[in-house]
């Protein structure tokens, strides 16, 4: 039987609205959350992503302001433009959107954003919090992962969790979001042994490594959980015929290479969705509960730094918002 497919979107749209809610009462209680995005230069990828965070912000009532250096920006400009934003109250979140150009020096950066405005999660300080399981501000991709089992109804505790790809990002606050939840954590990377052997072992089998198709149906237990967190252009036609030509279901997509003359794809193979008992698409799975969660830990930013300020309680509302910190 073919794998249930996850639906990002409808899921991704739950939690928005569920943040809107809660904006439109610490609005209304005199706070308006503030997301501060920096886009460096011109990198065609970052551009649509940076587009779908503000047009979030639109979305949800959160207030949003784009700063864009040019591509020639050095790590001191940067860092004044952090300094700044790090300073103004009403700038809950601040997110620099990666990849920077090559000149700067990007640990830099990212150490300079204050960590109680730290909506990526990257921060060493909120690295720790969610090792130690405090609160803190939690990567918005594997914490849309996280929200994503729990609304699908995939139970986390005492099950098999492999995580593929080890990378500050994704890979590594993925395996602790797991092991907080209870799950039994592997995580495999490029000297892995064996690797679909080790997958084959997973109840939730999570892939993040950024090759397209490379989880194939021997890395997966018939009835897994299969999370597809690549996002991989591919443009060679051989390629693309080795994933999609003939697939049942696979006309759409064939349509689109055969027009534009490539298409997005995670980082697991179609055939998956022959063995898998769920399986996220892409597009259309993990990538917008991302940006949902970006939204989420911008409001939880505000709340944990400037609550206080409310001239009504915080939270009355948010009991159905999405919770981005240690899973329980
Ligand atoms: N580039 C790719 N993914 C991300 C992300 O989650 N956050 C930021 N800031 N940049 C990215």
Same mark, same amino acid.
């Given at each position: 039987?073919?794998?249930?497919?996850?639906?990002?979107?409808?899921?991704?749209?739950?939690?928005?609205?569920?943040?809107?809610?809660? #904006?439109?009462?610490?609005?209304?209680?005199?706070?308006?959350? =503030?997301? !501060?995005?920096?886009?460096?230069?011109?990198?065609?990828?970052?551009?649509?992503?940076?587009?779908?965070?503000?047009?979030?912000?639109?979305?949800?009532?959160?207030?949003?302001?784009?700063?864009?250096?040019?591509?020639?920006?050095?790590?001191?400009?940067?860092?004044?433009?952090?300094?700044?934003?790090?300073?103004?109250?009403?700038?809950?979140?601040?997110?620099?959107?990666?990849?920077?150009?090559?000149? #700067?020096?990007?640990?830099?950066?990212?150490?300079?954003?204050?960590?109680? $405005?730290? #909506?990526?999660?990257?921060?060493?300080?909120?690295?720790?919090?969610?090792?130690?399981?405090?609160?803190?501000?939690?990567?918005?991709?594997?914490?849309?992962?996280?929200?994503?089992?729990?609304?699908? =109804?995939?139970?986390?505790? =005492?099950?098999?969790?492999?995580?593929?790809?080890?990378?500050?990002?994704?890979?590594?606050?993925?395996?602790?979001?797991?092991?907080?939840?209870?799950?039994?954590?592997?995580?495999?990377?490029?000297?892995?042994?064996?690797?679909? =052997?080790?997958?084959?072992?997973?109840?939730?089998?999570?892939?993040?490594?950024?090759?397209?198709?490379?989880?194939?149906?021997?890395?997966?237990?018939?009835?897994?959980?299969?999370?597809? #967190?690549?996002?991989?252009?591919?443009?060679?036609?051989?390629?693309?015929?080795?994933?999609?030509?003939?697939?049942?279901?696979?006309? $759409?997509?064939?349509?689109?290479?055969?027009? $534009?003359?490539?298409?997005?794809?995670?980082?697991?193979?179609?055939?998956?969705?022959?063995? !898998?008992?769920?399986?996220?698409?892409?597009?259309?799975?993990?990538?917008?509960?991302?940006?949902?969660?970006?939204?989420?830990?911008?409001?939880?930013?505000?709340?944990?730094?400037?609550?206080?300020?409310?001239?009504?309680?915080?939270?009355?509302?948010?009991?159905?918002?999405?919770?981005?910190?240690?899973?329980?």
């Amino acid at each position: 039987m073919a794998a249930t497919v996850l639906d990002g979107v409808k899921i991704s749209n739950a939690i928005k609205a569920e943040v809107a809610a809660e #904006v439109a009462t610490l609005t209304v209680g005199g706070l308006r959350p =503030g997301l !501060a995005v920096v886009l460096v230069g011109h990198n065609p990828a970052s551009e649509v992503y940076v587009r779908n965070k503000v047009k979030s912000c639109e979305q949800t009532g959160i207030y949003s302001e784009k700063h864009t250096p040019a591509d020639t920006a050095t790590t001191e400009d940067l860092l004044a433009l952090i300094a700044d934003l790090n300073h103004r109250d009403e700038i809950d979140g601040i997110l620099v959107q990666l990849p920077l150009p090559k000149q #700067v020096d990007s640990q830099k950066v990212l150490l300079a954003v204050d960590p109680a $405005k730290d #909506v990526d999660g990257f921060h060493p300080m909120n690295v720790g919090y969610l090792s130690t399981q405090r609160p803190g501000l939690v990567a918005c991709t594997p914490a849309g992962v996280m929200e994503m089992l729990k609304r699908c =109804g995939i139970a986390t505790s =005492g099950a098999e969790a492999v995580v593929i790809g080890r990378s500050d990002i994704v890979g590594k606050p993925m395996a602790m979001l797991l092991t907080n939840a209870n799950a039994t954590v592997t995580i495999c990377h490029s000297r892995t042994k064996d690797l679909p =052997g080790v997958c084959r072992r997973a109840d939730i089998l999570v892939a993040a490594i950024g090759k397209a198709g490379m989880v194939t149906r021997d890395f997966v237990k018939p009835g897994a959980a299969v999370i597809d #967190v690549g996002m991989n252009r591919v443009t060679d036609a051989a390629e693309f015929a080795s994933f999609w030509k003939g697939r049942q279901g696979s006309e $759409k997509r064939e349509a689109e290479f055969a027009a $534009k003359g490539s298409t997005l794809m995670g980082d697991v193979a179609p055939e998956v969705a022959e063995v !898998a008992g769920a399986l996220t698409p892409v597009p259309g799975g993990v990538g917008p509960l991302t940006v949902a969660m970006l939204m989420s830990n911008t409001v939880k930013a505000m709340k944990m730094r400037r609550g206080n300020k409310l001239a009504t309680p915080a939270g009355t509302a948010s009991s159905g918002t999405a919770s981005s910190g240690t899973a329980d």
